[in-house]
T-cell receptor
Framework: GENVEQHPSTLSVQEGDSAVIKCTYSDSASNYFPWYKQELGKGPQLIIDIRSNVGEKKDQRIAVTLNKTAKHFSLHITETQPEDSAVYFCAASVTMYSGGGADGLTFGKGTHLIIQP | AAGVIQSPRHLIKEKRETATLKCYPIPRHDTVYWYQQGPGQDPQFLISFYEKMQSDKGSIPDRFSAQQFSDYHSELNMSSLELGDSALYFC?????????????FGEGSRLTVL
């Protein structure tokens, strides 16, 4: 089955600086890579995702890059703000576009991002 | 917009008791997933259903069972509860075949086994 490794487990950055979280996956069949933000006591919320046919995707201060050959993908947050403090999870799965079922996401262990004022 | 609804939000049970968690997906979503998240851990995939049929199975113990009903809501039944079953249980839903594979998570049900 799929195995997702995520680093670092804790990341502390100064407000306004950039934060980078990295993940690797093992299953070359995985084609969908979302990133979730989880605040204390809440469910994970999707912040950005990328598919295997795209190398980079950006949404305002958040960007994700994917290297299929090396099987790794990264989350980049620029101009960090206090509200960015949370636990971030990367995940990987095989999605079926033709219907007929869905595989569950395999999550990384999470990164606790701390934004220092 | 309507989100994934889970109930109950909190549940306390004794060892060896039974618990049932319910999940109401976003309207028109046809796929439901269950995840278990221990304290300080990542969510672990348990099981998923597509159009009322089990579609994928993860690390769900044999003591647990789940199903998806005709209205697409899902229930997770847990029997012979153990202390280690104490966790947050998340349900997520998605629309199979949608342009994105996004899973929408509920707020979770916190199960405490004493």
């Amino acid at each position: 089955g799929e195995n997702v490794e995520q680093h670092p487990s804790t990341l502390s950055v100064q407000e306004g600086d950039s934060a980078v979280i990295k993940c690797t996956y093992s299953d070359s069949a995985s084609n969908y890579f979302p990133w979730y933000k989880q605040e204390l006591g809440k469910g994970p919320q999707l912040i950005i995702d990328i598919r295997s046919n795209v190398g980079e995707k950006k949404d305002q201060r958040i960007a994700v890059t994917l290297n299929k050959t090396a099987k790794h993908f990264s989350l980049h947050i620029t101009e960090t703000q206090p509200e960015d403090s949370a636990v971030y999870f990367c995940a990987a799965s095989v999605t079926m576009y033709s219907g007929g079922g869905a595989d569950g996401l395999t999550f990384g262990k999470g990164t606790h991002l701390i934004i220092q004022p | 917009a309507a989100g994934v609804i889970q109930s109950p939000r909190h549940l306390i049970k004794e060892k060896r008791e039974t618990a049932t968690l319910k999940c109401y997906p976003i309207p028109r979503h046809d796929t439901v997933y269950w995840y278990q998240q221990g304290p300080g851990q990542d969510p672990q995939f348990l099981i998923s259903f597509y159009e009322k049929m089990q579609s994928d199975k993860g690390s769900i113990p044999d003591r647990f069972s789940a199903q998806q009903f005709s209205d697409y809501h899902s229930e997770l039944n847990m029997s012979s509860l153990e202390l280690g079953d104490s966790a947050l249980y998340f349900c997520a839903s998605s629309l199979e075949g949608a342009d994105t594979g996004e899973l929408f998570f509920g707020e979770g049900s916190r199960l405490t086994v004493l």
